[in-house]
């Protein structure tokens, strides 16, 4: 599956073992975090045989859009404290038992996906901002993309596309039967071509968490709560993350907008940022009109953002505040982690006016900000 994103093209990724050499370039915290991956449109179909470096500068920045995490807000609905508590005790890491490092574009909306997971779990990890231009920081890895997710529980293992990353870190939290390396290996690459001819790497059970029945029995009380969460998880990444760039760089102002927060937020020389800010919110603008017309979306993409949000809200119902139900699920910190990007723009602004989404966005904040005091109160010593 290929998601574009702000300039990128981002695809899902097979984990592999970190070979030798790898581990002794990137590994020296292994910390492993996890992550969507993109790619610049300098290549593939978007190459025009013109200078790499340039494509790359024009374009390198372009993942970086939005979505500084959102700070506490007093929200309509109160989670259960003590209950989420509990559970949050119940799910602690063991000291030391799992150190993760995320490589990452920091507004990538994969990244940003994976990101929400790992705070809304408690799962201590560190972040390095990678250079879109260079990529100096991920030089220790033969695969090129972000998100890159080092991951060592007892052996050392770099982890690629969210969603498999989400699913396998998932999983490992809840079944201390399994290492993660064993789980790691129920997610095997497929080789496939997608509908413009070009082969790629896909995941076919990606969105399943490996659980014996017990276990699922006990995330999954009710049977039909599994295919929904897999169904708009899918969504998120096929569908909903195509929106984005289209909608932040739909006008010349919004793309020049975008930039500048791009640029803000991203790893920058002085003069990368220059070049990214005026050349690449011109490259995107038009970039942008391709991927409204390869995705088939109508003349005013707004009108494509306020139905997806309104198609989510109406998924979830009046009657409970989250698809999981009391709390956040997977398809939940998706959809939230890949919308939160446009934080700060117009499009944002347009989403939460025109849609019905608002009061849903702001209780997962709130879930999340109480989810991190949480944790962050769990891992101080005992008086």
Same mark, same amino acid.
């Given at each position: =599956? ?10 899902? $990724? ?13 590994? +020296? ?6 992550? +969507? ?14 200078? @790499?470096?340039?494509?790359? =500068? ?20 109160? %989670? ?8 949050? $005790? ?9 150190? @993760? ?29 990678? #250079? ?15 998100? *890159? ?43 496939? /071509? #997608?509908?413009? +001819? ?12 490996? @659980? ?9 009380? *009710? ?42 937020? +991203? ?7 220059? &070049? ?8 995107? &603008?038009? *970039? ?9 979306? $109508?003349? #005013?993409?707004?009108?494509? %953002? ?6 989510? /809200? ?7 505040? &989250? =698809? ?14 890949? @919308? ?27 879930? *999340?900000?109480?989810?991190? /005091?949480?944790?962050? $109160? ?6």
């Amino acid at each position: =599956m290929a998601a574009a994103w702000s300039g990128w093209r981002c695809l899902g $990724q097979v984990p592999w073992r970190l070979r030798a050499a790898g581990q002794a370039a990137g590994v +020296g915290l292994l910390r492993a975090q996890s992550r +969507g991956y993109c790619i610049p449109f300098g290549t593939g179909r978007y190459a025009r045989g013109r200078a @790499l470096k340039d494509s790359r =500068m024009l374009v390198g920045a372009a993942f970086a859009l939005g979505g500084t995490f959102g700070l506490f807000q007093t929200l309509q609905y109160p %989670l259960k404290a003590q209950e989420r508590l509990a559970e949050q $005790q119940a799910a602690k890491l063991p000291a030391g038992s799992l150190q @993760l490092t995320l490589y990452q574009y920091k507004t990538c909306p994969f990244c940003s996906k994976v990101r929400a997971f790992l705070d809304y779990h408690g799962v201590p990890y560190e972040t390095v901002e990678v #250079n879109p231009v260079m990529r100096k920081e991920i030089k220790f890895s033969s695969y090129r993309k972000v998100p *890159i997710l080092l991951a060592n529980a007892g052996n050392a293992l770099q982890l690629n596309d969210s969603s498999v990353i989400i699913s396998a870190i998932k999983t490992y939290l809840i079944s201390r039967k399994k290492s993660l390396e064993d789980i790691v290996s129920f997610y095997p690459p497929m080789k496939a /071509v #997608n509908e413009r +001819g070009k082969e790629v790497t896909e995941y076919g059970n990606k969105y399943w968490l490996m @659980l014996d029945e017990m276990e699922t029995q006990h995330v999954y009380p *009710i049977k039909e709560a599994r295919v929904e969460e897999m169904k708009w998880r899918e969504w998120a990444d096929v569908w909903l993350v195509h929106l984005i760039s289209p909608n932040v760089y739909r006008t010349p102002r919004e793309a020049l907008a975008s930039f500048d927060y791009i640029v803000h937020e +991203g790893k920058f020389g002085t003069v990368e940022g220059f &070049f990214a800010k005026y050349v690449g919110a011109v490259a995107m &603008f038009f *970039i942008s009109k391709r991927l409204k017309s390869r995705h088939h979306l $109508q003349v #005013n993409v707004r009108e494509d %953002l306020y139905k997806a949000a309104n198609d989510w /809200v109406k998924a979830i119902g009046k009657h409970r505040p &989250f =698809m999981g139900g009391s709390q956040p699920n997977l398809a939940d910190l998706a959809v939230y982690g890949v @919308l939160r990007v446009m934080e700060g723009l117009e499009a944002y602004d347009d989403m939460m006016t025109h849609t019905k989404i608002q009061p849903w966005y702001h209780r997962m904040e709130k879930a *999340i900000g109480e989810a991190e /005091v949480m944790n962050w $109160q769990l891992l101080q010593p005992p008086y």
